[in-house]
């Protein structure tokens, strides 16, 4: 066996990253929250008519991205890290989208920044894979309890 690493190495890891079916997910679930995205921000500042749907089109805009945050919570349930991992992908998409919309549209940005955006995201993601990872250790210990064992005192 050498002790150098092989050049190629590095290539197969990026061709193993791509298969990876947290990314997989996460480019689809990304996709996914840019095209509600994009509907949400066009609708709400091409017609003008419409501002009296607006709590309406904001409940619709928010149910879809609960709905694909909930098939990410479900597709992932017993792996969190691969929850965050999908999660934290599916959420750049959407924060890249919604950078680049800001150059057609700069008043959103007063309300609502890129950035903020991502950081709102990751931490809701983290949150939920930390409070799973908790649930998956506390099924376990429950499945399998640790024996409580006493010593004696000399």
């Known amino acids: 066996m050498p002790l150098t690493p092989s050049p190629d190495r590095g290539i197969t890891q990026r061709r193993r990253l791509r298969r990876h079916p947290a990314v997989i997910m996460g480019a689809v679930v990304g996709a996914c929250l840019a095209g509600v995205a994009l509907a949400w921000i066009i609708v709400a500042n091409t017609e003008p008519s419409r501002e009296r749907f607006a709590s ?17 919570i479900c597709r992932f349930m017993s792996s969190p890290g691969r929850l965050f991992l999908s999660g934290i992908f599916a959420w750049t998409i959407l924060s890249i989208t919604y950078r680049t919309v800001e150059f057609h549209y700069p008043a959103i940005a007063n309300r609502l920044g890129a950035f903020h955006l991502f950081m ?8 939920i894979a930390a409070l799973l990872w908790v649930l998956e250790m506390m ?16």
Not at 139 to 154: A, Y
């Open 56 to 72: 309406e089109r904001n409940m619709a805009a928010t149910a879809g991205v609960g709905l694909l945050l909930f098939v990410l």
């Open 120 to 127: 709102l995201g990751a931490v809701l993601i983290g949150l």
């Open 139 to 154: 099924v376990e210990m429950r499945h399998h309890p640790t024996p409580v064992t006493r010593r004696r005192l000399p």
